[in-house]
């Protein structure tokens, strides 16, 4: 705005500033409101701006700093005021297509697990930037995004220190190198997670508590195993019911069917089948964890094996009817076997689901 008054305003008249005034304020307008919907922060925005369209090829974000005197100087570095009016109505517009796609990202909760990570983030933004592509295109290398950072930030637990270089090089890329074909794109957004191979990514599976500290990631995991189990029995996805999973929180939605909490009732022997030691070991493997709507999650709570089952019932999801039913019987049991055999197919499904297109 300061610059806006600077070069469109004279001693002699303020029309063309105010005309200008007037369309910045529409756009300004959009920003704010998508800001306050989304709760996105306004430094992020110029950050990935700036970051995208500057020249160095350096693999870091730009300082919240940096980008104002960054684009300072992107407008007023041509000659004429016409020009430079022009320039700060064009970053303004970009400043508008970052932070809708920002809102997107905020608003998408089934890829809260993949969007956490800031550089992810801005890579995610220059794909959808990319209006030049077909939808088509632009969601195959999303898909190729997700793969790739739900394996290294997922699967692999590491944090956000992680790539930043390859991240930011690849969203500049995406967003400059027009000539590339997708192939080429695909293959550079895959080339990130060249280090962490799926086969030694899903042996984590097998290591570690998957409750205590990747809640959000387990849902994340099990909404695409809930995807594919579906396509797998030509059925809909209950959307209804994921709504409800995505909008609480997480610890609510994540069930334990081997309870974490035994029944007080002595005389209840629902889970006296497998050994104090072995129940410690087996509580918080991935094979012994689903999902549920927070009220039927409570409902379940310690009961046994038979009340459980009737509970799952009850969802109507297709992740469940596999803790149900095993090969098409009803099981009588959930034990040590059913847990590290279900942990086993989940396994194999990870192996396809997060390897490269």
């Known amino acids: 705005m300061g610059l806006l008054y600077e ?165 500049r890329k995406i967003h400059k190198d027009k000539n590339a074909n997708v192939d080429d794109l695909l293959n550079f957004i895959s080339g990130i997670g060249s280090d962490f191979p799926i086969e030694t990514a899903v042996e984590e599976l097998n290591k570690h508590d998957f409750y205590s500290d990747w809640q959000k990631e387990l849902r994340y995991f099990f909404f695409r195993y809930e995807e594919y189990l579906s396509k797998m029995n030509g059925t809909q996805l209950n959307q209804t019911l994921w709504n409800v999973i995505w909008e609480s929180n997480p610890n609510e939605t994540i069930e334990h069917i081997l309870p974490q909490d035994k029944p007080q009732d002595k005389s209840d022997s629902s889970w006296n089948h497998i050994a104090e030691t072995k129940y410690k070991e087996l509580l918080h493997s991935i094979g012994n964890l689903c999902l549920l709507s927070p009220s039927l999650n409570s409902e379940a709570s310690n009961k046994g094996f038979e009340a459980k089952k009737e509970i799952y019932k009850k969802a109507n999801l297709m992740h469940l009817k596999e803790i149900v039913f095993n090969n098409d019987v009803e099981r009588n049991v959930w034990d040590e076997d059913a847990i590290n055999n279900r942990r086993e197919r989940l396994i194999q499904f990870a192996i396809n689901q997060w390897q490269d297109l």
């Open 7 to 171: 070069y469109a305003s004279s001693p002699e008249s303020n029309d063309l500033f105010s005309e200008h005034l007037n369309e910045l304020h529409g756009y300004w307008s959009d920003i704010y409101r998508e800001i306050g919907l989304q709760n996105i922060p306004g430094h992020e925005i110029i950050r990935f701006a700036a970051t995208l369209k500057e020249e160095s090829g350096a693999g870091r974000l730009l300082s919240a700093e940096d980008t104002l005197e960054f684009f300072k100087n992107d407008c007023i570095k041509l000659s004429g005021n016409d020009l430079i009016i022009n320039k700060i109505i064009e970053n303004t517009v970009w400043l508008q297509e970052i932070t809708s796609c920002l809102s997107r990202l905020y608003a998408d909760k089934r890829r809260n697990a993949v969007t956490d990570i800031t550089q992810a983030r801005l890579l995610a933004v220059a794909i959808m930037l990319r209006k030049d592509l077909t939808e088509e295109e632009r969601d195959k290398l999303l898909e190729q995004w997700e793969r790739t950072s739900f394996k290294i930030f997922g699967l692999f637990r590491k944090d956000a220190r992680t790539k930043v270089g390859e991240y930011v090089r690849a969203a």
